[in-house]
């Protein structure tokens, strides 16, 4: 049973900084497909960041590009998510995931990640 845990959610102003971190119980690089996914009471679970684990390639929502980074540590077995510039927008509870598929290259929509995190809190006062 794959386990991931996330960490490093809290309350921060606006403008201010928070790195999450997701920590795997199997080689991260087992999975071909990693990312941050993000929930508001009251809307859908939606994309934050991708990251296709062999080559490194990223994809961001277009809310996030230029102030998230989401980054690798195979060696630590982490997943990570740099968040700057926060915004009151972005406060949500925000979920590690794992898929076990990539095609072409490309991760698959949400619903398609096999593997999740609890969650961690991220609220963003103005």
């Known amino acids: 049973q794959v386990q991931l845990v996330e960490s490093g959610g809290g309350s921060v102003q606006a403008g201010g900084s928070l790195r999450l971190s997701c920590v795997a119980s199997?080689?991260?690089?087992?999975?071909?497909?990693m990312g941050w996914f993000r929930q508001a009471p009251g809307t859908e679970r939606e994309v934050v960041a991708t990251i296709y684990t062999g080559a490194g390639s990223t994809v961001y929502a277009d809310s996030v590009k230029g102030r998230f980074t989401i980054s690798q540590d195979n060696a630590k077995n982490t997943l990570y998510l740099e968040m700057n510039s926060l915004k009151p927008e972005d406060t949500a509870m925000y979920y590690c995931?794992?898929?076990?598929?990539?095609?072409?290259?490309?991760?698959?929509?949400?619903?398609?990640?096999?593997?999740w995190g609890q969650g961690t809190q991220v609220t963003v006062s103005s």
């Open positions: 995931a794992a898929d076990i598929v990539a095609i072409g290259g490309i991760c698959r929509a949400w619903r398609a990640y096999k593997y």
């Open positions: 199997r080689y991260t690089s087992s999975f071909p497909c």
